[in-house]
């Protein structure tokens, strides 16, 4: 399998500030989408900015498509790519950008095709309107066509469906899956987990300069659902020295999270321990009125740590 991005211990300090990248390492293959997902601030755009040569790496090394990062310039022309923040030529027609921008890199699709362009980012309509009145949602579509013109192997995009109606975004996902499918490799970013996964083989999960978690997003959920909240209702309500107390007799992982009106909120190891606390709870007088299994999205498990 051909490596289209190889990050090597890679590190980012804006001037004399914290690192903000503090080590990366990944290798993303033909073919692939991978999704890095973060908080605000996480570093997305910064590693995103330094590998496609908008902005200079402070330590370690980079390779795109077998070009080392000081050659970056020579795997530029098969590279698109949409930045966070994007110049569009607001006093022009949406259309005529494309064609115009399309141009400039040597695209050489027909009239017809930049209309189907728009049309597959979800801007039918808004062909003949200048870019100036188009809405956020509006401009970063047309940044999304844009990083496509050239027919680029690896197309980068910083966030494409933040902002937008969740109509579009899946318009949006459903492109990358169509890109996918034409063998193109994909890295995009966001900050919502539940959403990156659908698209993405490997997510990677950006918090404090590194890569937290790496995986695909089954391993990401089975990872979460090694560990599972409950909510119990009994009289009495249990309390948390009760919970120690049941977490010894039983050996288990039993661990106390609150009480919330008539419930208590645990979490335990693996759902064996649901039956065996049950019985306990029985065979000891508590009244028991009711047992949940909260589900927990990627999001609760992973970023809100
Ligand atoms: N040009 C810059 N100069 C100094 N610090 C910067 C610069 N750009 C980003 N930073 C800092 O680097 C950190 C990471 O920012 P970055 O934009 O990479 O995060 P992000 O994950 O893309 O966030 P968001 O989800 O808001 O887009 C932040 O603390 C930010 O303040
Ligand atoms: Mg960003």
């Given at each position: 399998?051909?490596?289209?991005?190889?990050?090597?211990?890679?590190?980012?300090?804006?001037?004399?500030?914290?690192?903000?990248?503090?080590?990366?390492d990944l290798t993303v293959h033909q073919g692939?989408?991978?999704?890095?997902?973060?908080?605000?601030?996480?570093?997305?755009?910064?590693?995103?900015?330094?590998?496609t040569g908008i902005i200079n790496k402070s330590?370690?090394?980079?390779?795109?498509?077998?070009?080392?990062?000081?050659?970056?310039?020579?795997?530029?022309?098969?590279?698109?790519?949409?930045?966070?923040?994007?110049?569009?030529?607001?006093?022009?027609?949406?259309?005529?950008f494309l064609r115009y921008m399309g141009e400039l890199v040597g695209d050489q699709r027909s009239k017809k095709d930049y209309e189907s362009l728009m049309k597959d980012v979800g801007l039918e309509g808004a062909e003949k309107k200048k870019i100036k009145s188009?809405?956020?949602?509006?401009?970063?579509k047309i940044s999304i066509a844009q990083a496509l013109l050239g027919n680029p192997n690896l197309i980068i995009l910083d966030e494409p469906t933040s902002g937008l109606d969740p109509e579009s975004a899946i318009k949006i996902r459903k492109l990358v899956t169509r890109?996918?499918?034409?063998?193109?490799t994909i890295l995009l970013t966001s900050h919502n987990l539940d959403e990156i996964d659908k698209v993405s083989d490997r997510v990677g999960i950006l918090s404090d300069?590194?890569?937290k978690?790496?995986?695909?997003?089954?391993?990401?959920?089975?990872?979460?659902?090694?560990?599972?909240?409950?909510?119990?209702?009994?009289?009495?309500?249990?309390q948390e020295d009760y919970i120690q107390v049941l977490s010894k007799k039983l050996e288990m992982d039993l661990n106390f999270v609150e009480t919330k009106k008539e419930y208590t909120l645990l979490n335990v190891a693996s759902d064996n321990d649901i039956p065996k606390l049950s019985i306990e709870l029985i065979d000891s007088g508590v009244l028991l009125y009711e047992i949940k299994v909260e589900q927990r999205s990627l999001e609760d498990v992973f970023m809100n740590t």
């Amino acid at each position: 399998m051909m490596e289209i991005i190889k990050i090597n211990q890679l590190t980012k300090k804006y001037g004399g500030t914290t690192e903000v990248l503090k080590g990366i390492d990944l290798t993303v293959h033909q073919g692939e989408v991978f999704g890095f997902v973060g908080h605000n601030g996480a570093g997305k755009s910064t590693l995103i900015h330094t590998i496609t040569g908008i902005i200079n790496k402070s330590s370690g090394s980079f390779e795109i498509m077998g070009f080392p990062d000081k050659q970056i310039d020579k795997a530029k022309k098969e590279m698109g790519v949409m930045p966070d923040i994007s110049n569009l030529y607001e006093h022009m027609k949406g259309i005529h950008f494309l064609r115009y921008m399309g141009e400039l890199v040597g695209d050489q699709r027909s009239k017809k095709d930049y209309e189907s362009l728009m049309k597959d980012v979800g801007l039918e309509g808004a062909e003949k309107k200048k870019i100036k009145s188009y809405s956020f949602g509006m401009k970063k579509k047309i940044s999304i066509a844009q990083a496509l013109l050239g027919n680029p192997n690896l197309i980068i995009l910083d966030e494409p469906t933040s902002g937008l109606d969740p109509e579009s975004a899946i318009k949006i996902r459903k492109l990358v899956t169509r890109l996918q499918e034409q063998g193109k490799t994909i890295l995009l970013t966001s900050h919502n987990l539940d959403e990156i996964d659908k698209v993405s083989d490997r997510v990677g999960i950006l918090s404090d300069g590194v890569i937290k978690k790496l995986g695909t997003p089954r391993q990401l959920k089975e990872e979460m659902e090694a560990g599972l909240s409950i909510s119990i209702r009994t009289k009495p309500i249990l309390q948390e020295d009760y919970i120690q107390v049941l977490s010894k007799k039983l050996e288990m992982d039993l661990n106390f999270v609150e009480t919330k009106k008539e419930y208590t909120l645990l979490n335990v190891a693996s759902d064996n321990d649901i039956p065996k606390l049950s019985i306990e709870l029985i065979d000891s007088g508590v009244l028991l009125y009711e047992i949940k299994v909260e589900q927990r999205s990627l999001e609760d498990v992973f970023m809100n740590t």
